[in-house]
């Protein structure tokens, strides 16, 4: 059988928050294939792209047909090409739980169905209805939180501005130190919002993480981090130009544990000093190591790479000599930030060196600075860690 679809559809669809068209009008299209957008396409869409891709949010529509069938050629470009969905860690190099990437069967769905004339399926189905259901913008994974702050309330985004960085101080208004199990920012305004990040101000310890993709930072069970009574936060938020004037308000939820936790989380950070990477240099490697002084269990990496970074590599090299990747960003993307959740947390003895090499570009006309930091999630262990048989 063979029949048309796309008749009609004249690439107008004009994208959320960004003018983004797409370059192509699509008519009479043979149709090649049997996967279809309101089955299996929808399906990935809304576990992979509808983080990023759905109305108010930062980046055009993909929850309906009418939306996603004038983007089927970039989509296939931007999937074979894999920035889309934005994940720099290399497949098999770490296992994350926040692993946003498409699985080669994924992938080979999404291209069968682009290269096969993109059908909507369904017949008679609504082409301008999500055939999925997709998550609302705003609200709190985790319930209302135990202390609500503002953060910036008077900026402004203005239009078409470049992408730029803010750092925010704010009061916690705590009468007595707490523990902290989990955090979430939410951005007034998810157009203009690419990554924000949590600090303890006064020792610049990370606390959490929002990006896109991944909502709320929380803690593994049982551990806590003390945030002092009378603190304040660091929040650092990363801006994308946007159309039009947005608000840069946002709010930032705590949220913590009753009773003291089992275990305290440590602050731990693999730091190199800063280097110097001359103008026009490329391939300079950074590297520096940090050895465990106790038993570490390891939950989550927030590498801060800072401009020129093009890749990053961080080892644990136990004292017995076996090593185990940890992460490997491999083409990374300095407007995508993420921090990176293990699926199981690592826990390595003491005498543990991690290793961390990473490589920098300076394409400018002055030397720049590089000062790669891994922040870890880390606490000791619930019970001694395995020994490996030698
Ligand atoms: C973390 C957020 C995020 C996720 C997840 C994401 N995208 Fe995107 N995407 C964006 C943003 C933002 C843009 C606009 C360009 C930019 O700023 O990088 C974009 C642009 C695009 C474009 C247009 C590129 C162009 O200009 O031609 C396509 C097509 C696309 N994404 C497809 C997808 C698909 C398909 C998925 C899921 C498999 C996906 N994206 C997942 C954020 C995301």
């Known amino acids: 059988m063979r029949w048309f679809a796309g008749v009609g559809v004249a690439g107008l669809a004009v994208a959320g928050a960004v003018l983004l068209r797409p370059a192509t009008v699509y008519t009479h299209t043979p149709i090649t294939t049997s996967i279809v957008f309101q089955k299996e396409i929808a399906q990935i869409f809304q576990r992979k792209c509808f983080q990023c891709h759905t109305e108010g949010?930062?980046?055009m529509s993909l929850t309906t047909y009418k939306d996603a069938r004038p983007w089927a050629v970039a989509i296939k470009e931007e999937i074979l090409e894999r920035r889309m969905p934005p994940w720099s860690a290399v497949n098999g190099y770490g296992h994350f739980a926040n692993d946003m990437s498409l699985t080669a069967r994924e992938v080979s769905i999404i291209l069968a169905w682009a290269d096969g004339g993109a059908p909507s399926g369904v017949l008679l189905a609504d082409e301008s209805k999500p055939p999925v259901f997709v998550p609302p913008l705003g609200g709190w994974d985790q319930g209302t939180?135990?202390?609500l702050l503002t953060v910036a309330s008077d900026q402004k985004v203005e239009?078409?501005?470049?992408?730029r960085t803010a750092r925010f101080e704010v009061a916690t208004g705590l009468a007595q130190a707490k523990w902290l199990r989990a955090l979430q920012l939410n951005p007034g305004d998810r157009r203009a919002v690419?990554?924000?990040?949590i600090y303890d101000a006064a020792s610049g310890r990370w606390l959490g993480t929002w990006t896109p993709g991944h909502l709320n930072t929380s803690l593994p069970d049982g551990v806590g981090i003390q945030l002092p009574a009378k603190?304040?936060?660091?929040v650092e938020i990363g801006y994308r130009g946007t159309d039009e004037a947005v608000s840069g308000e946002a709010e930032l939820g705590l949220y913590f544990s009753?009773?003291?936790p089992a275990q305290v989380a440590m602050p731990l950070e693999i730091a190199a000093?800063?280097?110097?990477?001359?103008?026009?240099?490329?391939?300079?490697r950074v590297r520096t190591e940090t050895v465990l002084k106790a038993p570490t269990t390891a939950s989550a990496l927030w590498p801060r790479l800072g401009a020129g970074a093009k890749s990053i590599e961080v080892t644990a090299i136990r004292p017995n000599g076996v090593v185990e990747p940890l992460l490997w960003l491999k083409n990374y993307r300095p407007d995508w930030p993420s921090s990176y959740v293990f699926r199981e947390p690592i826990t390595l003895p003491a005498g543990t060196r991690l290793v961390m090499t990473a490589y920098y570009d300076n394409a400018t006309g002055t030397a720049?600075?590089?000062?790669?930091?891994v922040s870890v999630t880390a606490f000791p262990p619930s019970r001694p860690p395995a020994t490996l048989a030698p």
């Open 273 to 284: 000093a800063p280097a110097i990477v001359p103008a026009g240099r490329t391939r300079e």
């Open 368 to 373: 720049l600075q590089a000062r790669p930091a």
């Open 57 to 59: 949010n930062i980046s």
């Open 145 to 147: 939180p135990d202390v």
């Open 231 to 234: 603190g304040k936060l660091a």
């Open 159 to 163: 239009a078409a501005s470049p992408d």
């Open 258 to 260: 009753e009773k003291r």
């Open 194 to 197: 690419r990554y924000a990040a």
